[in-house]
């Protein structure tokens, strides 16, 4: 299984709200990344756990709270959004010290 | 802090070869070239990587100038399913909690259009 797998695809939600992205893998990759994809633009990385640690906080604010339960999850727990928030999240995996990220398709985040 | 440029488009008729330059005049010693690409709204999919000698895969095939300051990722026989975004990436190691890491360093990225 070479696959990285997002819930959900697609997510609308409001300044208020509180929701969860999901992302797993089953490729026994210790390293999971969070990126940040605005509208024509390139991902920036936000967040790296490094077995089950995390490892690398690119400075994100509060609002986004990440966590990895085991080595196979990551979640993103997002509270008071801003509009400005809108953006595709995207999970990868990798081994921590090599090669290549493996990405999964991307939650699709709205904030109203 | 991106740390390469890419030209912003191409064309490339079917059939014939892509070349995609770019730019990282500012690369380290130990930072890898990685490239990806992203078909629209999907995640970033991997094709090659090097540090300094030339490498090939299934995909396409990585030059690097022996000064490293830049490289030209090939794809040799273009379909209209390789349209798509490439990232020119210099991958850079991290030092974190756990040890080492790394981060991706994404290019602007040339939308690549293949022409029938």
């Known amino acids: 299984d070479t696959e990285v797998t997002q819930t959900p695809k697609h997510l609308v939600m409001g300044m208020t709200n509180k929701k969860s992205l999901k992302c797993e893998q089953h490729?026994?990759?210790?390293?999971m990344y969070w990126y940040k994809q605005k509208a024509k633009k390139p991902p920036e990385l936000m967040f790296v756990?490094?077995?089950?640690?995390?490892?690398i906080n690119e400075s994100v604010p509060s609002r986004f709270s990440p966590e990895c339960p085991n080595s196979s999850l990551l979640n993103l727990h997002l509270h008071a959004l801003q509009p400005e928030d809108s953006a595709l999240y995207l999970c990868?995996?990798?081994?921590?010290?090599?090669?290549?990220?493996?990405f999964g398709p991307g939650t699709r985040l709205t904030v109203l | 802090d991106a740390k390469t440029t890419q030209p912003t488009s191409m064309d490339c008729a079917e059939g014939r070869a892509a070349n995609l330059p770019c730019n990282h005049s500012?690369?380290?010693?130990?930072?890898?070239v990685y490239w990806y690409r992203q078909i629209h709204s999907q995640g970033p999919q991997y094709i090659i990587h090097?540090?300094?000698?030339?490498e090939t895969n299934k995909m396409a095939s990585l030059i690097i100038t022996e000064d490293r300051k830049s490289s030209t990722l090939i794809l040799p026989h273009a379909t209209l399913r390789d349209t798509a975004v490439y990232y020119c990436?210099?991958?850079?190691?991290?030092w974190g909690y756990g040890g080492a890491t790394n981060k991706l360093i994404f290019g602007t990225g040339t939308l690549l259009a293949v022409q029938p």
């Open positions: 990868a995996s990798s081994q921590p010290r090599y090669n290549e990220q493996f």
């Open positions: 490729m026994g990759h210790r390293a």
């Open positions: 756990y490094s077995y089950e640690k995390l490892s």
């Open positions: 500012t690369i380290s010693g130990n930072e890898y």
């Open positions: 090097g540090l300094k000698n030339n």
């Open positions: 990436i210099v991958r850079v190691p991290l």
